[in-house]
């Protein structure tokens, strides 16, 4: 996973907190409008260079996305409150409509990501978010697609079978991302460098899909060259 950091809550979900403040009733996830949510993901996706959260899946529009809930909407106590705190929102894939490009693997019941987390109870000690600032060390991708995490990471296990990291399909695709990017490296330079770019956005603020997964294969190869 690649960290993500937050920015402050986008204004049009600010002004709908403000304008439904003396209602509490109304304060509920479930009664955001389009012209909020919208807002809501737009910011989000900038936030994460246009990947989904969890799954680093490229995410091309906010129709390709929807807001995930880190501690789920179900989990208890319930609190509107939680469910509409925007440190609490994540942008995942999917989203209501099958995206354009070669990504057959597009579905509305994903058998991983935030779709397969669904409203599992998630705490410190079995969850790994994303916001947090170690979270880009606490998981170790291989060059054949694999995840896995070191042995004594309890939390960063249990993420990886809460949103089922290592289903066949994205250990697919993370394979088939990592053999594209390896296969005309030349140098250990010229791998560090390209490991380093991995994690940079580009002038549209997107980053490499899969960006960490090839940053640690690029870094791995300019090893085994030096």
Same mark, same amino acid.
């Given at each position: 996973?690649?960290?993500?950091?937050?920015?402050?809550?986008?204004?049009?979900?600010?002004?709908?907190?403000?304008?439904?403040?003396?209602?509490?009733?109304?304060?509920?996830?479930?009664?955001?409008?389009?012209?909020?949510?919208?807002?809501?993901?737009?910011?989000?996706?900038?936030?994460?260079?246009?990947?989904?959260?969890? =799954?680093?899946?490229?995410?091309?529009?906010?129709?390709?996305?929807?807001?995930?809930?880190?501690?789920?909407?179900? /989990?208890?106590?319930?609190?509107?409150?939680?469910?509409?705190?925007?440190?609490?929102?994540?942008?995942?894939?999917?989203?209501?409509?099958?995206?354009?490009?070669? /990504? /057959?693997?597009?579905?509305?019941?994903?058998?991983?990501?935030?779709?397969?987390?669904?409203?599992?109870?998630?705490?410190?000690?079995?969850?790994?978010?994303?916001?947090?600032?170690?979270?880009?060390?606490?998981?170790?991708?291989?060059?054949?697609?694999?995840?896995?995490?070191?042995?004594?990471?309890?939390?960063?296990?249990? =993420?990886?079978?809460?949103?089922?990291?290592?289903?066949?399909?994205?250990?697919?695709?993370?394979?088939?991302?990592?053999?594209?990017?390896?296969?005309?490296?030349?140098?250990?330079?010229?791998?560090?460098?390209?490991?380093?770019?991995?994690?940079?956005?580009?002038?549209?603020?997107?980053?490499?899909?899969?960006?960490?997964?090839?940053?640690?294969?690029?870094?791995?190869?300019?090893?085994?060259?030096?």
């Amino acid at each position: 996973m690649k960290n993500i950091v937050k920015g402050v809550q986008p204004e049009e979900l600010r002004r709908w907190k403000e304008v439904n403040s003396n209602v509490p009733e109304n304060l509920a996830f479930g009664n955001l409008q389009a012209d909020v949510k919208v807002p809501v993901r737009e910011q989000m996706l900038n936030e994460q260079g246009f990947l989904c959260a969890y =799954t680093m899946i490229r995410i091309a529009t906010v129709e390709e996305c929807h807001i995930e809930h880190i501690i789920p909407q179900r /989990q208890e106590p319930r609190s509107n409150q939680r469910d509409l705190d925007y440190e609490n929102m994540l942008a995942c894939f999917p989203g209501e409509h099958k995206p354009d490009g070669p /990504q /057959q693997y597009w579905s509305r019941k994903q058998p991983y990501g935030a779709i397969f987390k669904d409203g599992k109870e998630v705490n410190d000690y079995n969850f790994v978010s994303p916001l947090q600032h170690d979270v880009e060390k606490r998981f170790i991708y291989d060059d054949f697609g694999g995840v896995s995490a070191m042995l004594e990471d309890e939390a960063a296990w249990s =993420t990886i079978r809460i949103l089922k990291l290592d289903h066949s399909i994205l250990n697919d695709l993370r394979k088939a991302a990592v053999n594209e990017v390896l296969q005309d490296v030349s140098s250990a330079e010229q791998a560090r460098e390209r490991a380093m770019l991995m994690m940079m956005c580009d002038w549209e603020g997107r980053l490499p899909e899969f960006c960490l997964v090839l940053s640690q294969s690029l870094n791995r190869l300019a090893e085994k060259m030096n």
